[in-house]
């Protein structure tokens, strides 16, 4: 009996533990979170603005950033593989683009290949420093997934919110679970 008591002491001790750090790891993302809810250095000029799809006025923001100059490139990251740029024309409602240096990659579906086909084009164009646009409650993920790929990167978050989606209790819990998987190892097997 008493060795069972042990036993179950040692597990409740573990499992206390990892809630804690589960714990307080909430509370540094949702810190992180908070933090990035608005866009740094609105008018801070970078070699380029990486605008990655998957929500509402991220893309619209990315091409005004652009058309004002704030980056000399974009990159529109995760659009579908039949969008072509005069689709994403057509929803413009600003003034005349110059198309010359925006790309549009529809290869990534997750936010780990946004970040590993950015950095391929990244490294293609000899970038330094990019913004990064997404939905605030993205952020702080996709963030890191770029940062810790190319540790060299200035990034300065841009984050947008959607005028829809997930509720913040929501969106919170979705990345912050997300977040988490993406400290686990990676495997190269498909």
């Known amino acids: 009996m008493r060795v069972l008591k042990s036993f179950f002491g040692v597990i409740f001790s573990?499992?206390?533990?990892i809630g804690g750090l589960l714990l307080i790891g909430l509370l540094i993302?949702?810190?992180?979170?908070?933090m990035m809810r608005?866009?740094?250095?609105?008018?801070?000029?970078?070699?380029?603005i990486i605008v990655l799809t998957g929500g509402a006025n991220r893309v619209d923001t990315g091409l005004e950033l652009f058309q004002e100059g704030v980056g000399k490139k974009l990159l529109i990251s995760g659009v579908h593989k039949d969008v072509r740029m005069p689709d994403i024309l057509s929803f413009w409602r600003g003034p005349a683009l110059?198309?010359?240096?925006?790309?549009?990659?529809?290869?990534?579906?997750?936010?780990?290949?946004?970040?590993?086909?950015?950095?391929?084009?990244?490294?293609e164009n000899d970038i330094k420093t990019i913004?990064?646009?997404?939905?605030?409650y993205h952020m702080p993920r996709a963030y890191w997934e770029f940062k810790h790929r190319m540790p060299s990167l200035k990034i300065i978050p841009h984050s947008v919110t959607p005028e829809t989606g997930p509720s913040y209790l929501s969106a919170l819990a979705s990345e912050y679970g997300k977040f988490l998987v993406?400290?686990?190892?990676?495997?190269?097997?498909?």
């Open 131 to 136: 913004r990064l646009v997404t939905a605030y």
């Open 38 to 48: 608005t866009p740094h250095d609105p008018d801070k000029k970078t070699d380029a």
């Open 29 to 34: 993302f949702t810190l992180a979170m908070s």
């Open 14 to 17: 573990a499992c206390a533990f």
């Open 98 to 123: 110059n198309i010359g240096n925006v790309a549009l990659d529809p290869r990534a579906t997750s936010t780990i290949e946004n970040a590993i086909f950015s950095i391929e084009w990244i490294k």
């Open 182 to 190: 993406s400290f686990l190892p990676k495997t190269d097997a498909s």
